[in-house]
């Protein structure tokens, strides 16, 4: 047996990937049910905060900027971790999924709200003033003229931003989640062997390749409009 | 509550254990940063240098791999795959290598980003006084280039200081690691609540300065 | 009794933090009347218009439209805002909305008009500016002096009371500049009361009724295009004006 014949009896084997294949997958929807949280959720809070913030009450503003800089200063593993053990949620079920969808959504509110407000406070003065007035209110300006431009702007830093914190979903394995790489993690242990590994590896770029490469083009296409 | 969060006794038991894994977060950080910024130095360079696209698409599948790829997933396939081929690791070279692959990509793509946004009359001006290729990127395109995207490089290094929590997962004993260790001594939250605050200390003066920094770049734009 | 003015703005301050830049002024416009404001920069024209419909909030004074008072809490601002059109020196058209959605926005918005009116009412709009062939174009495809035709319209489509202008043609390159003071005379002929503040001097003289000379946040002198072009009482009027015939 060549070594190249023992690698791929090592990481590649058939046999195992086959018995595991199962596992794998049910993990891949747990992953892809805990990604499609996070992006709604954080996504959805980001937004809100930033529309609170273009209210402009200064102890709100001091409140959503100190909340924002918190998740963004702390690990995201550290944020699950102390919810998952800190909390005191023994028995709940699903904890290690909750804290995990909990976390990972207050870390890309935190990252979108700071996108979502950048694009709010670039938008300039004078198309506030206008539509202000033609009698426009507060509320419609924001949503009618500011938002749509905003929106485009935010776009692709908001994709590239989403992609890297919806990654961690990763990070449930430690929580006891069997999202891909838990269940993968307990197949190597189960069986000796490293295949499942391998398998969540393919796994992974399978979801999140193609998220990538959509974020570069809209990079591009972006920049090539301004 | 107060007893089981921030239970001061508890605090000042696990306070030089914290400390120790304080001080093994900031080596690990000081190790693989540079590392890291090394693996873009190397990507954005080549990638900025020949234009070929034999030369140019390989990089960029490279660097779209590393970013699809979760590093906790690259982690542990070194962690716990290498040792299947018979290659004996510890933890800390596991994370030097996949940090050196994953963070290497981001930083890459950020510098390409940075060269290129440096006009080509910079390195036709440098190429006409005899500077050499490597000498007018050094001197003349990088630090341009870096000035240029200096926001996202330390926003970049942001997370990787944050991404050296996964070290403990490798059994590193780095913060987070010695704050669960403290945990199950103890059987109470204090020392992750400790941790986090260690963290956000730590970490804090760095998201406000970038906070300005995005303001600032935001406000010239206009 | 005289018929009730459009606008009657009385004693306004304005104070920027320290800086005072309004210090008491007085503006009543009558139907159908064009003031024109000239002054250097600085002298707080611009600060005036905007006091008329509070995008600046004025230290205190009162300002009336139509008989409305502006500075009233009671009063629902946006609503009267409708009958103050305004037009800025940099267009401030919304880039993602072809020309037609820019003139009908408000229409559908703060007027109540259904799709259908609005569309109608703001061809009609986007017709008296004569660009009626433009209703489809965003305004990036549009020229300079075409956008600013497009604010006109977008203000004179909720059918004001009067027009403040500030400074309509100042961002234009000075081929562009007729076509829009073109839209302006055509205005001053329908009726439409308004209130200009420019450099286009030989438009106020031979548009204006009244001219008004600002100067460290005063009027200091008013009277019609002659007598203030011709024979200005004042001293700093007089080197004012001596000032840009020299250009």
Known sequence: MTNWDRFLETFFNAKMMARYLPDILQGALVTIQIAGLVIVCGLLLGLALALLRSIGLRPLNLLIVFVVDLFRALPPLVIIVFIYFGLPASGVKNWGFIATWLSLTFVLMAFSEEIFWAGITSIPKGQWEAARSTGLSFGQTLINVVLPQALRLTIPPLTNRTIAITKGTALASVVAVGEILGMASSAVSNSYNPSPLTMAAIGYLILFLPLVVFGRWLETRMAWKR | ?222 | MAARPVVEARGIHKHFGAHHVLKGVDLVLAERELAFVIGPSGSGKSTLLRCLNRLEEPSSGSVMVDGVDMLDARTDLNHARQRVGMVFQSFNLYPHMTALGNVTLALRKVAGKSSAEADALGQSALARVGLADRAGHTPGQLSGGQQQRVAIARAIALEPRVMLFDEPTSALDPELVGSVLAVMRDLRQSGMAMVVVSHEMGFARNAADRVLFMDQGLIVEEGTPAQIFESPAQERTRAFIGQIQKH
């Open chain 2, 1 to 222: 509550m107060l007893d089981t969060f921030a239970n001061a006794e508890i605090a000042r038991q696990a306070w030089p254990i914290l400390l120790a894994g304080l001080g093994n977060t900031l080596l690990l950080s000081v190790v693989v940063v540079p590392l890291g910024l090394l693996g873009g130095l190397i990507l954005s360079v080549t990638a900025t240098s020949f234009h070929h696209p034999l030369v140019r698409y390989p990089l960029m599948a490279w660097v779209d791999f590393f970013r699809a790829f979760p590093p906790l997933v690259l982690l542990i396939l070194l962690f716990a795959g290498l040792p299947f081929a018979g290659i004996q690791i510890t933890g800390f070279a596991c994370v030097c290598i996949a940090f050196f692959l994953n963070t290497g990509a981001y930083y890459g793509e950020i510098l390409r980003a940075g060269i290129e946004s440096v006009p080509s009359g910079q390195t036709e001006a440098a190429r006409s006084t005899g500077l050499g290729r490597l000498q007018t990127m050094l001197f003349v395109v990088l630090p341009q280039a870096v000035r240029n995207v200096l926001p996202d490089l330390l926003s970049n290094t942001l997370e990787v200081v944050k991404l050296t929590s996964l070290g403990s997962v490798v059994a590193m004993p780095e913060l987070l690691f010695q704050a669960r260790q403290a945990q199950s001594l103890t059987y109470n939250p204090t020392p992750i609540v400790l941790a986090a605050a260690v963290y956000f200390v730590l970490l804090w003066p760095l998201v406000r300065l970038l906070s300005r920094l995005e303001n600032r770049a935001l406000a010239a734009r206009k």
